[in-house]
């Protein structure tokens, strides 16, 4: 219905008539208002998690007959915008220069409520530089790439430039390289100031913390770099020279800090390093740190607790003589995984025994196939020794079961294996499992949980370890959705700078994903951007019956999703809106 005014006083018309709806009474008004919000173009004033699908596909059906039987006027930019009708020629309009703004938009309005223009203002940047600072670290959300492949999408993909009010005509591929140099000369201060919003903005206690390392490779030679060395690849690319970066974040998700060291560095020699630059943060109350079995080192617990902090980790070792066999509790139960725990308190640390149905399917399943392919090796290189051609020099024979030992050295730990030799060659090749060692211990689903804290519970403990797989997932992240791997630089200090611009487009993302899991929306960042890349801003241009030519700079009308995340972030749906560029 539509109220309206007459000379005989106040009246009511019926704008359309929904029908029978299937949708409880209760839910009516909600419908209604929704209804009104996308005819008048209005922000929504429910929250997402009370606005059901069936209430959203409604409301935009039903708002879309509205305005086809009446032709409402659009929502005008600004006050003093009156209406303005042309009669233009329908075979002369053309839509050009499409330039995507959803996901740079979201992206700035983010940025924009951690401060983060005022905090380079705070660190001495211009404005000039603060705007190109802004668009790389953008870039690095949105298309994550090389700075020359930012620098392209900058000019010829993106409307990032109409969102900061830049000529993009005026800005270099060098103003890019240079100002990634000049955020790295200041990274600590950015850094701290950063943590400091985003503690005051999300109220976050950081009372735990999660430390872990990962690596990136390059494909060249170290050519006296000072941080690129061989090591250990966790993409399997010992091929290659490394950078190792270290991470501290806290229980939230944020990054708290983040260094960057050798490529061959060990995992523990860097944590006290790290833990220690945090030592004068938070509010006075002890720390718990979380660390994975890598980093775990008997040394590295004693430090953490010698410098005042608590730790969780997973053993290296079995830190129990022997397994318990009662005092279990469950501390998770779903359709696929069953998990149980017994807790052993010791004189200064709690043990967590945990066993998984999930990780003990895993694991037989692992040993089975580490079984036959070790085995079927042991009988190829037997079979060799009865074949003409096949291998049979003794030293020979060593050297292929060494290899086989190497590659299946989690399953060939449980076997002797015999060579028969006659003078220098092998004639014959045994093998059996070691009596005395049980393999089901090993691939059984089991690990043990170690912490400092002697009053958690099964439940408690085994809820902070679950932590780790967050830090996992903050890692991917950085490595799969911002373009942290594969790195392209050759010098030392563009290649701290391309790993930094990183880390600071996940302090966004973070944020980013903090306000949408309030508003119960679980989705990876990637398919957040891959969705709202779909509202562009596009340049129309069409001739009217005199012959004048008319060009007009519009975005797209925000679909569903991007309502939905405008709406989660309390941001504008449509930004820029229409721009008269030429008549």
Not at 157 to 171: T, Y
Not at 360 to 365: C, L, N, P
Request: glycine residues 6%; positive net charge.
């Amino acid at each position: 219905m539509e109220s309206y005014r007459t000379e005989k006083g106040p009246r009511q018309r019926r704008l359309l008539n929904l029908g029978k709806l299937d949708l409880p009474r209760d839910q009516w008004k909600s419908l209604a208002n929704r209804i009104e919000e996308i005819v008048t173009g209005q922000h929504s004033l429910i929250p997402v998690r009370q606005l059901t699908d069936e209430i959203e596909d409604l409301a935009q059906h039903y708002a879309a007959l509205l305005k086809n039987r009446y032709h409402p006027k659009p929502p005008i930019v600004s006050s003093d915008t009156e209406p303005q009708y042309e009669e233009v020629d329908i075979h002369s309009i053309k839509n050009k220069k499409a330039r995507t703004v959803g996901a740079e938009h979201v992206c700035l309005s983010t940025m924009k409520k951690l401060g983060f223009s005022a905090i380079l203002s705070e660190l001495g940047f211009q404005k000039r530089q603060i705007q190109i600072a802004e668009s790389v670290i953008v870039g690095r959300m949105v298309f994550p790439s090389s700075e020359h492949r930012t620098f392209l999408w900058f000019k010829k993909m993106s409307a990032i430039s109409n969102l900061l009010n830049v000529d993009s005509d005026r800005l270099s591929l060098n103003s890019f390289y240079r100002i990634a140099d000049t955020l790295l000369s200041v990274k600590e201060q950015i850094e701290s100031k950063l943590a400091d919003r985003e503690k005051t903005l999300f109220n976050l206690r950081e009372k735990i913390l999660l430390y872990d390392l990962t690596n990136t490779h390059f494909e060249s030679r170290i050519n006296g770099s000072r941080i690129k060395r061989y090591g250990r690849s966790k993409q399997k690319r010992g091929d290659c020279p490394l950078v190792t970066l270290g991470l501290v974040v806290d229980g939230d998700g944020f990054p708290k800090r983040s260094e960057i060291f050798e490529g061959n560095v060990s995992e523990g020699a860097t944590l006290m390093q790290m833990v220690n630059e945090l030592n004068g943060d938070g509010d006075g109350e002890k720390k718990l740190v979380v660390i994975d079995a890598g980093i775990a080192k008997e040394e590295n617990l004693v430090l953490l607790c010698e410098a005042g902090y608590d730790y969780i980790c997973v053993a290296l070792n079995k830190p129990l003589e022997n397994v318990p066999e009662e005092g279990f509790v469950t501390v998770r139960y779903t359709r696929d995984n069953h998990v149980e725990a017994s807790l052993v308190r010791k004189e200064n640390e709690t043990v967590l025994f945990c066993r998984s149905l999930k990780k003990r399917m895993k694991e037989k399943a692992m040993q089975t196939r580490y079984q036959e392919h070790f085995e079927m090796t042991l009988e190829s290189i037997r079979d060799g020794l009865h074949k003409k051609g096949g291998t049979k020099w003794y030293d020979k024979v060593l050297s292929r079961i060494g290899r086989a030992q190497e590659k299946y050295k989690s399953i060939s730990y449980f076997y002797d294996i015999e060579v028969e030799r006659q003078g220098d060659k092998a004639v014959d090749l045994q093998w059996r499992m070691k009596p005395n060692l049980n393999m089901d211990e090993r691939f059984g689903g089991t690990y043990y949980l170690r912490t400092s804290r002697m009053d958690l519970s099964e439940q408690e403990i085994w809820n902070l370890y679950l932590m780790l797989t967050d830090l996992e997932d903050s890692f991917r992240s950085l490595k799969s959705e911002l373009g942290l791997r594969p790195n392209f630089h050759q010098m030392d200090h563009r290649i701290e700078a391309h790993l930094f611009i990183t880390v600071l487009a996940y302090h966004f993302v973070t944020c980013i994903q903090w306000y949408l899991h309030r508003q119960g929306i679980y989705m990876r960042w990637s398919s957040i951007r891959l969705l709202l890349s779909t509202q562009v801003r596009v340049t129309t241009e069409m001739t009217t019956r005199d012959g004048r030519k008319i060009i007009l700079r519009n975005t797209t009308e925000p679909e569903r999703f991007h309502q939905m995340i405008a709406r989660s972030l309390n941001i504008d749906p449509k930004p820029l809106g229409v721009v008269n560029i030429g008549l």
